[in-house]
C-alpha cells in the first residue's frame, strides 16, 4: 500500500464511494420497481375512490385513507413550517453564542434521534389524554410536529448559514433594517435549502406509522374534522399487510404511496430549482 500513488489512491477512493453509492440507489430501486410492479396490477378507480369496509378479506378501497392523509400532512406542514423556520431564524441570526444556545441546538440534535414510538406515546400522553383532543388528525398532526421539529430546524439553519455574508453587508450599507435583511434577501436566497428540508419532513411524515398508530386511532370513516379520527397510507398498509389476507391491496395501497411520494419530491425538487433560477437571474 506504501506504493500507491496519490492519484491512485484518490482513484480508489472514489470508485469505492461511487460503488457504494450505486448498490445504496440500486437496492431503492429494487425496492420501488417490485413494489409497483406488485402493487399498479390492482389499481383501477374504484380502489381508489371507494372507502375500505374492513374484514379479513379487505374489501373496499382507500379513498377515506387518502383524504386523512392528506388532512393530516396539510395540518403538519401549516403548524410545523412556520415554528421551524422561525427557530431556524433565531439559532441562525439573533441567537448569541453562549451556553443556553448550545444547550438549545444539543437539545434539537437529541431529539432527532429519539425513536418515533417515545414521541406516540407522548403525543398520547398530552395531545389525546391530556389535551382531550382524543384520537384525531390534529393529535397525529402534532406528534408529527413534535418528529420533524428537529429535522426542519436544523436543515433551515445550515441554509441560512450558507447565505454569504456579503448579502446582509450589502443589504445594510443599503439601509435595510436587520429584519428587512433576514425577510427580503436571506430567506429567499435560503429558501432552496428552507424546500429540501421541508421535501424530507414531508417524506417522513407520510411513512411514518408507530407514533401515529397510538394517536390517530386507526379510523377508516371519512374525517369531518380535525378532531375526528383517521388512517394514513402507511397505517392502512400496516393494517392490510398484517391483519388481513388482502396482501394485494396492501401492494396497491403501498404502490399509491409511493407514487405521492415520487409525485410531492418532484414538484418541491422544481420549486427549487426555480427559485435557484430566479436568485441567479435566469427567470
Not at 80 to 94: D, K, N, S, T
Not at 137 to 143: D, F, N, R, V
Not at 242 to 269: G, Q, S
Request: some cysteine; overall charge positive; hydrophobic content about 55%.
Amino acid at each position: 500500500m506504501r506504493n500507491i500513488s496519490p492519484k491512485t489512491a484518490q482513484k480508489i477512493a472514489m470508485a469505492g464511494i461511487w460503488a457504494g453509492g450505486a448498490v445504496t440507489v440500486g437496492i431503492l430501486l429494487l425496492i420501488v420497481i417490485y413494489v409497483l410492479l406488485r402493487g399498479i396490477p390492482s389499481l383501477s378507480i374504484d380502489f381508489l375512490f371507494t372507502a375500505p369496509k374492513g374484514g379479513l378479506s379487505g374489501d373496499g378501497g382507500i379513498s377515506t385513507i387518502i383524504v386523512s392523509t392528506v388532512y393530516l400532512i396539510g395540518t403538519t406542514l401549516i403548524i410545523l413550517v412556520p415554528v421551524g423556520i422561525g427557530a431556524a431564524i433565531y439559532l441562525a441570526e439573533y441567537a448569541p453564542s453562549n451556553k443556553f444556545t448550545g444547550v438549545i441546538r444539543y437539545g434539537v440534535e437529541v431529539l432527532a434521534g429519539v425513536p418515533s414510538i417515545i414521541f406516540g406515546l407522548f403525543g398520547f400522553a398530552l395531545f389525546v389524554t391530556a389535551l382531550h383532543f382524543k384520537f384525531s388528525i390534529l393529535s397525529g398532526a402534532l406528534t408529527l410536529v413534535c418528529i420533524l421539529l428537529p429535522t426542519m430546524i436544523r436543515t433551515t439553519e445550515e441554509a441560512i448559514k450558507g447565505v454569504p455574508q456579503a448579502y446582509r453587508e450589502g443589504a445594510l450599507a443599503l439601509g435595510a433594517t436587520r429584519w428587512q435583511t433576514i425577510s427580503r434577501v436571506v430567506i429567499p436566497a435560503a429558501m432552496p435549502g428552507v424546500i429540501t428540508a421541508t421535501i424530507l419532513c414531508i417524506g417522513r411524515a407520510i411513512g411514518e406509522t408507530a407514533c401515529l398508530y397510538v394517536t390517530m386511532g386507526g379510523s377508516a370513516a371519512m374525517p369531518s374534522s380535525l378532531l375526528s379520527g383517521g388512517r394514513t397510507l402507511s397505517l392502512q398498509v400496516f393494517y392490510l399487510a398484517m391483519e388481513t389476507r388482502a396482501l394485494d391491496k396492501a401492494m396497491a395501497t403501498a404502490a399509491v404511496l409511493i407514487l405521492i411520494i415520487i409525485i410531492v419530491n418532484t414538484f418541491t425538487t422544481w420549486l427549487a430549482h426555480r427559485f435557484y433560477a430566479r436568485m441567479g437571474g435566469n427567470v
